[in-house]
């Protein structure tokens, strides 16, 4: 059901490997709380928590985290609701005061990051940044761009990494585009 392979597992772990280096380089001996948005951040967010955690073992900085979960949902079949559900968000006051990572695996409009933003911001964090995998080249985008980007990819609708259409394909370890015969399959 996939058409298109775009980012296969090992270079996208040597991209997220890149980005733990720009983040160390940048958050390096600050404590940061890393908000996981879920479900489709949770294989990069992992994978980049343990690549900085072995940066981390052979450098001179540390960069102390606590990992914590938010979960966005704004889609149904490949289309977007602009009906953004936040789920645990409603217990973010440990943000107040912090150094926040937001690590989500894809921005396409960036509406839904702009909301999210907003959200966090209310809680005063000290400084917010965010690491996106994937960053989708749409034309009625906002312009956002997240700070630590790892592909720039076309406006297809992608699975696989935990990435999923209706729940479907988060088990693949690549990200590929899904076909019209698999949209149609799994649609809802």
């Not at 343990?50 to 289309?79: A, E, G, W």
């Not at 989500?104 to 409009?109: F, G, S």
């Not at 406006?155 to 590929?176: K, M, P, Q, S, T």
Request: proline content about 3%; aromatic content about 8%.
């Amino acid at each position: 059901f996939c058409e298109d392979n775009l980012c296969c597992a090992v270079m996208g772990f040597s991209r997220t490997e890149r980005l733990a280096r720009n983040i160390m380089d940048d958050l390096g001996d600050h404590d940061i709380v890393v908000l996981c948005v879920l479900k489709g951040g949770y294989q990069f967010c992992a994978d980049l928590v343990d690549c900085i955690k072995v940066l981390c073992r052979h450098s001179n900085k540390t960069l102390p985290m606590r990992v914590d979960f938010i979960r966005l949902k704004s889609y149904l079949n490949d289309q977007s609701t602009q009906d953004l559900h936040i789920e645990g968000a409603e217990n973010l006051s440990v943000l107040s005061g912090k150094n926040v990572l937001i690590v989500e695996a894809i921005v396409d409009t960036g509406k839904t990051m702009k909301t999210l933003l907003d959200h966090v911001e209310a809680f005063s964090p000290k400084m917010i940044k965010v690491a996106g995998l994937l960053v989708k080249r749409v034309p009625s985008g906002t312009g956002y761009l997240p700070d630590y980007v790892g592909f720039e990819i076309p406006n297809r609708f992608v699975v696989g990494y935990a990435l999923d259409y209706n729940e479907y394909f988060r088990d693949l370890n690549h990200i590929c585009v899904i076909s019209d015969r698999g949209k149609q399959k799994y649609k809802i």
